[in-house]
């Protein structure tokens, strides 16, 4: 079974830093562009960061110059280094995977993790 976990959220105070990894479980021959987004109570679902297999990336105008999204293709797994935090950056953080080839005849597309909670207090 494929599952994205994440970790790395939690409390802290304006200014600090935090870091945010999503492990993709599960046997899979490779995974297309990954991401990070977030969801404020209240509002919709918003693209945070995303980067494709090769290292491109692509940033929120809001989180430039802030947030860092990198990945590791050996782990499958997608990291967002988020500095100088700003209380409105207060969000349940999600990964997703667009496109998870599990195997020769078999991808999962569009894959979200569970969520993890980033607070950050003024």
């Known amino acids: 079974q494929v599952q994205l976990v994440e970790s790395g959220g939690g409390l802290v105070q304006a200014g600090g830093s935090l870091r945010l990894s999503c492990a993709v479980s599960?046997?899979?021959?490779?995974?297309?562009?990954m991401g990070w987004y977030r969801q404020a109570p209240g509002k919709q679902r918003e693209l945070v960061a995303t980067?494709?297999?090769?290292?491109?990336?692509n940033y929120a105008h809001s989180v430039k110059g802030r947030f860092t999204i990198s990945r590791d293709n050996t782990k499958n797994t997608v990291y967002l280094q988020m500095n100088t935090l700003k209380p409105e950056d207060t969000a349940v953080y999600y990964c997703?995977?667009?496109?998870?080839?599990?195997?020769?005849?078999?991808?999962?597309?569009?894959?979200w993790g569970q969520g993890t909670q980033v607070t950050v207090s003024s």
């Open positions: 997703n995977a667009d496109r998870v080839v599990v195997t020769r005849l078999f991808t999962l597309y569009d894959s």
């Open positions: 599960g046997s899979i021959l490779s995974i297309n562009d």
């Open positions: 980067v494709t297999r090769g290292g491109n990336t």
